[in-house]
């Protein structure tokens, strides 16, 4: 029906950047949302950031000033800029959109397989 695939983690220092990026594909008919949540290990998934197709942004408190997410409706793309990570940064990073699929009546939440992001202190 539809994947998200998510590409861009790997290890970078503290106080540097990454950027991760998710491509949504397959049946898709509406995205309402995107966005992204981690998982460290230990702990539960958490929200980092949602765009909504008009461009309406949120933040978890712990990377406002630091992530950026955009997007690009046109590709069924996502996009999550990572400036300053810090050693509490490092996670499975996973790709999330709120969409409605062909011939479908609602919305759903797909979800990519994660993309591993590391931060050397």
């Known amino acids: 029906q539809v994947q998200l695939a998510e590409s861009g983690g790997g290890l970078v220092q503290a106080g540097g950047s990454l950027r991760l990026s998710c491509v949504a594909s397959?049946?898709?008919?509406?995205?309402?949302?995107m966005g992204w949540y981690r998982q460290a290990p230990g702990k539960k998934r958490e929200l980092v950031a949602t765009?909504?197709?008009?461009?309406?942004?949120n933040y978890a408190d712990s990377v406002k000033g630091r992530f950026t997410i955009s997007g690009d409706n046109a590709k069924n793309m996502v996009y999550l800029q990572m400036n300053s990570l810090k050693p509490e940064d490092p996670a499975v990073y996973y790709c999330?959109?709120?969409?409605?699929?062909?011939?479908?009546?609602?919305?759903?939440?797909?979800w990519g397989h994660g993309t591993q992001v590391t931060v050397s202190s």
């Open positions: 999330t959109g709120d969409i409605k699929v062909v011939d479908g009546f609602i919305a759903y939440d797909f």
């Open positions: 397959g049946s898709i008919f509406s995205i309402n949302a």
């Open positions: 765009i909504t197709s008009g461009g309406s942004t």
